[in-house]
């Protein structure tokens, strides 16, 4: 079983640009989100579940899930609620070891944005936090997705804050100041990962 590093930092800190930066090293990602999506694919058993309980419009056209009808149909309702996270929760846990303990790099990045709000610790051996402000998780989500400061501001307070996940963190990565910035703190990271890696044989 490979060494498995969570990864995680708030809306805007910068985690999918550190992800790449290490996935250049050859290190080998499993996204949280991504696993997430790919339960419920076309065509998947947990998508043809969704169907026969909430019905045929919760599909769009092309024959995905139409999240947004979803969203809309759970909130209001939380027994439909319980009964989504029930089918969901543990096709995405297993989904998620199975790649993690089938990773072939040294180590395994796990980005997963929400690791501590979903207390995915039991997952990783170690925790690396991507750390900046809050005025520059606000400034720069809005510069790369727009929208209104309030509604990334209502994203902020539903996740952990700064200090919860400091006190988490095993390692951090600071990313206030511009990209240059990160390539040493990273390469620091690798080796120091590559180690421990090895270390464990
Ligand atoms: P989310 O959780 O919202 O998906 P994230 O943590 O993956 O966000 P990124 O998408 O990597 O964050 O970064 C947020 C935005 O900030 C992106 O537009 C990215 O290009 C930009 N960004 C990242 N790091 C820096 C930096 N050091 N300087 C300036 N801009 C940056």
């Known amino acids: 079983k490979p060494l498995i590093i969570g990864l995680t930092g708030g ?42 309980h909430f019905g045929p419009n919760m599909l769009l056209a092309d024959g995905s899930l139409d999240r947004a009808a979803l969203r809309q149909r759970v909130f209001s309702h939380a027994a439909d609620k319980d009964w989504l996270n029930a089918l969901l929760h543990p096709l995405i846990r297993q989904k998620m070891q199975d790649e993690l303990a089938a990773a072939s790099s040294p180590y395994v990045l796990f980005i997963a944005p929400l690791l501590l709000e979903n207390q995915l610790q039991s997952y990783i051996d170690r925790l690396v936090v991507v750390d900046v402000t809050e ?24 996740q952990v804050d700064r200090t919860q996940r400091l006190a988490a963190a095993d390692d951090v990565i600071d990313n206030s100041a511009g990209p240059e910035q990160l390539a040493p703190q990273i390469d620091a990271l690798h080796q120091r990962y590559l180690k421990l890696a090895a270390q464990r044989r």
């Open 11 to 52: 809306i805007g800190s910068g985690k999918t640009t550190v992800a790449n930066a290490f996935a250049a090293k050859g290190i080998e990602l499993v996204d949280a989100d991504v696993v997430a999506r790919q339960v419920v694919a076309p065509g998947s058993a947990a998508l043809q579940q969704i169907v026969d």
């Open 135 to 158: 005025q520059t998780q606000l400034a720069r989500t809005l510069l790369r997705d727009g929208g209104s400061e309030q509604q990334v501001a209502a994203i902020m307070a539903a």
